[in-house]
């Protein structure tokens, strides 16, 4: 007869503790980004509150067509973001303007930057967003 493993929540032991995520490897980060296939040149920058939350837009001159436009825009945000284009990979909307990628590293600052800076300059000029929002 084989033994049967018993979990820690079976016997009521307390489970065991995991490791801090400080300093135990990379971080997967999650960015939610709105798409504007078709654009004059690529351009990284801006806010939009979307689906999955206040989203980075990135502009790509690719055109929505047989994903090309989803792989300009993974090597774009992976340009931006200061990270290899493999480290950057999409996780939801294949088909949609609205993506979450997984980028592989801790990106939140200068994703901070991309997204709420760029942003706030455009309504510090006085001028409308460029993707039609506010």
């Known amino acids: 007869m084989a033994k049967r493993r018993v979990s820690s929540t079976e016997t ?3 489970a065991p503790a995991r490791a801090s995520r400080a300093g135990a490897g990379p971080v997967d980060s999650s ?3 709105r798409v ?13 509150d979307g689906p ?10 690719a055109p929505a067509v047989d994903g090309k436009a989803t792989e300009a825009v993974r090597r774009a945000l992976a340009e931006a973001l200061g ?6 990979t999409l ?14 590293g801790d990106v939140g600052p200068r994703l ?6 760029a942003a706030g ?7 409308a967003a460029r993707d039609g929002t506010a």
């Open 91 to 104: 996780k939801i909307g294949a088909t949609s303007r609205d993506k979450v990628f997984t980028v592989a």
């Open 121 to 127: 300059d455009a309504t510090a000029r006085g001028g």
């Open 31 to 33: 960015v939610a980004v």
């Open 112 to 117: 901070a930057h991309l997204r709420d800076e």
């Open 52 to 61: 999955h939350g206040p989203a980075l837009i990135v502009a790509v001159a």
């Open 12 to 14: 009521g032991a307390p």
């Open 83 to 88: 990270v290899r284009p493999a480290a950057v």
């Open 36 to 48: 504007r296939p078709g654009a004059g040149r690529n351009r990284v920058g801006g806010r939009y």
